[in-house]
């Protein structure tokens, strides 16, 4: 049984929303060490847990209302300069937000989350009685001294307002007071007010002891959860659903269009106005599909910077623990990707931002050596570029040495002495994609999560996309990804094996070559081909899906793979096609993604080139050109 | 009380506006409108039409206080109730809707009976008949 039988919706919304609203503060707060006293900051964050706390008292959460409730208090203090913020008092707060968030976690699982730990609230409640502002304070004499001033901690200025209700003549405000709340409460108890806890309503279910609380939680976590996925929903502009229901009704008017001249053409109205009228229907439905495809998608699209605004603070709490000083810059967050790319573009670039700040950034006093500012700065940009979306991730660190790249990966095994001689420095870089290899010897808590490079790569590869880096020792690296705007369609290369066609993923093409017999050359056994001074293994089509070599290949297509590039040598080209993949349902061939139909109607397949190379097969200069009588 | 009233929901948080949106459906109030911060919810009011009010405190732009006066200083929209909603049960933020005319003050979390007494409540004092 479900915490939140009969509220899944709410709940659903209230994740979403809320959910944006802490990332929101998250960023407010680091923000907010740079600029400890914007008026403008502190009234949001506290309007921030002020709102999280108010949608979680109507879903009862009350362990989430009670978190709130303190930091809101807080803020509320910090806001009305009556708390100074102290480093201390920035610990704690984070420390709460990062509980608020687990119990997000924890509610969508659709059950009720754990109380925070004592030692947090007893924190916030020091925080709150200024028990962790004195060193800040005594900073700034003002305030601090009316603050110590004050007689007695419970007589703090913010609760000391009865005094002005009593004084005021007119109407009498106690009345008033009661009027509003509705209740007979005697005058001298009002006076005595000093917050009201958010009241809960009687009936509804009210454990108001922590302890019960506890156990509550505890058991139902036990009970079986009922998932509330947040992922199944999108908000959608409605400016943009009403192009798609304007698009689709023109798409409907096309279509009687059509109908009335197929009735006319079969009643033997075949006369050349009627073929026009034809031409002129189907051209403007094409146009209309095409615009209704774009409109689709659109409603699919969603800013970067709902992925964007989560980094700022995981580079700020791991910086802070490396004891380093980093800034995350974001640029672009307006940027618009697919839904379900933005989805899965979250855990590679927390990977790469991780990295960069663990790896990329030094430690504050080799950069003083070596004459940078102590504050390192790892700039998280996106942009559109055509059909394509540029993710870059750069930092001002270290950069990485290709030679340190190339012995590790001889003394990890991943490659032999001969190859990493042969490698020259772009390719070097590379090889911290390769399975198994990690730069830091130490793998820290951070960035050896069991996640390497390569998985990045292989995530951003299943995106259609590819990952490249630039890097200048000592100036800095750079990742950068290219991705397409939408997974829908998928732009391909065409090729030939004797008559078949085959489609590869363009995203994995760098260029097309033609292949004379006589510039391929066996390196310890296998067929190679040098392309502007890069050596390049070249592997067969027919070789690679089991066909015989009919004829000597004619072309070859330069393609970037997960682990190196290569040339795949084809007999021809038909050319570029956007198409949409069609899963085979039955049978799945090993290297073929699915199926497509091209414009005549044929069937086309879409290899799967990850697949296709796994597979052990040495090509030598006898395989490519040597015929089976 | 008729269950056509016209009623205007103000607060920033969407989930918050549904919340009182579903409580009212339960009164069986369905003719609801929602602003999300006193700004907008002024042009809307200014298009005529509402018959109540329920506005949040804390909002950004205009605050529901201020919206509260507002309403309270212009000649047209000045009668109409305004139910305030929100976390902030201290005394003085009380007293300060008070003084600028709120018709009345629920706390957040609520119930749908507590959401009924309350409108009841301010539209017997304005002498509309139950």
Excluded at chain 1, 29 to 54: M, Q, S, Y
Excluded at chain 2, 25 to 30: A, I, Q
Aim: with cysteine.
């Amino acid at each position: 049984m479900s915490d939140f039988a009969g509220m899944e919706e709410l709940l659903r919304d209230f994740l979403t929303e809320a959910g944006e609203l802490l990332s929101d503060v998250d960023n407010k707060l680091v923000e907010l060490e740079k600029r400890p006293d914007d008026a403008k900051l502190l009234n949001d964050i506290f309007r921030g847990f002020h709102t999280i706390k108010g949608g979680a008292g109507f879903l009862n959460v009350d362990e989430l209302v009670k978190l709130c409730h303190l930091t809101e208090n807080l803020f509320d203090k910090l806001r009305n300069r009556e708390l100074a913020l102290s480093l201390e008092v920035m610990d704690v707060i984070m420390s709460a937000t990062m509980v608020v968030r687990d119990m997000f976690q924890s509610l969508e699982r659709a059950s009720m989350p754990q109380p925070a730990d004592t030692a947090l609230l007893t924190a916030l409640q020091d925080a709150l009685d200024g028990k962790l502002s004195a060193p800040a304070a005594s900073e700034d004499p003002a305030p601090a001294a009316a603050a110590a001033d004050a007689p007695a901690p419970s007589a703090t200025p913010a609760t000391a307002a009865p005094a002005p209700v009593a004084a005021d003549d007119g109407p009498d405000w106690n009345a008033l007071y009661h009027g509003l709340l509705g209740t007979s409460a005697p005058a001298d108890q009002a006076s005595t007010v000093r917050e009201v806890q958010p009241t809960r309503n009687p009936g509804r279910r009210a454990t108001d002891q922590p302890e019960a609380d506890g156990m509550r939680a505890g058991r139902r976590d036990n009970d079986k959860v009922v998932v509330v996925s947040q992922e199944t929903t999108i908000r959608i502009d409605t400016n943009r659903l009403d192009q798609v229901l304007n698009l689709s009704g023109e798409i409907g008017l096309a279509k009687n269009r059509l109908n009335c001249l197929r009735t006319d053409i079969l009643s033997g109205k075949d006369n050349p106005d009627t073929f026009r009228a034809l031409d002129e229907a189907v051209s403007h439905l094409d146009l209309l599909v095409s615009d209704l495809q774009n409109a689709v998608m659109k409603t699919r699209m969603q800013p970067i910077g709902r992925l964007f605004q989560k980094y700022p603070r995981v580079a700020r709490d791991m910086a802070r623990q490396l004891g380093k000083n980093v800034e995350l810059v974001l640029v672009g967050e307006d940027t618009e990707l697919d839904k379900t790319m933005i989805e899965e573009l979250g855990d590679p670039l927390i990977h790469l931002v991780r990295n960069a700040v663990d790896h990329g950034i030094e430690a504050p006093d080799e950069r003083r050596r070596s004459g940078k500012p102590e504050t390192a700065t790892v700039r998280l940009s996106a942009q559109q570029m055509g059909d394509h979306i540029i993710l870059e991730i750069s930092d001002d660190g270290r950069g990485m040495k290709p030679d340190v790249l190339r012995r590790k990966a001889v003394e990890k095994g991943l490659i032999d002495a001969d190859t990493a001689a042969n490698m020259d420095e772009r390719h070097a870089l590379q090889l911290v994609f390769m399975p198994g290899f990690s730069t830091k010897e130490q793998v820290s808590s951070f960035s050896g999560r069991g996640v390497g490079m390569d998985v990045v790569k292989t995530n951003i590869q299943k995106l259609n996309g590819r990952i490249e880096i630039k890097s200048i020792v000592g100036g800095g690296t750079t990742f950068s990804i290219s991705l397409p705007l939408t997974l829908a369609i998928l732009p391909v290369l065409v090729v030939r094996v004797g008559e078949q066609p085959f489609a590869v993923p363009l995203a994995l093409v760098r260029e097309i070559i033609t292949i004379q017999p006589d510039q391929v050359q066996e390196v310890s056994g296998k067929a190679t081909m040098v392309v502007r001074d890069e050596v390049l293994p070249v592997r067969s089509l027919s070789g690679l899906i089991g066909w015989p070599q009919e004829r000597p290949p004619a072309y070859g297509v330069l393609m970037q793979s997960a682990v190196n590039n290569l040339i795949l040598a084809v007999d021809g080209f038909v050319g570029r096609d956007d198409v949409v993949i069609k899963p085979l349902e039955d049978v799945k061939p090993k290297g073929v993604a699915g199926a497509t139909l091209s414009g005549d109607g044929s069937v086309v397949l879409v290899l799967d080139m990850e697949q296709l190379l796994s597979e052990p097969h040495v090509e030598t200069r006898r395989s490519l050109f040597e015929m089976a009588a | 009380m008729s269950k056509d009233m016209k009623f205007l929901v103000v607060d920033d948080f969407s989930t918050m506006r549904r919340i009182i949106r579903n409580l009212l459906k339960e009164l069986g109030f369905t003719n609801v409108d929602e602003a999300e911060d006193g700004v907008s919810a002024l042009a809307k009011l200014n298009g005529g039409g509402f018959d109540f009010v329920v506005s949040d405190w804390n909002m950004p732009n205009m605050t529901g206080i201020e919206l509260l006066r507002a309403i309270r200083a212009d000649q047209n929209l000045k009668h109409l109730p305004v139910l305030m909603v929100t976390a902030e049960a201290k005394k003085e933020n009380i007293v300060e809707a008070a003084q600028a005319g709120a018709s009345g003050y629920v706390v957040k979390p609520f119930t749908a009976v507590t959401l009924d007494e309350k409108i009841s409540k301010i539209l017997q004092k304005q002498g509309v008949p139950q």
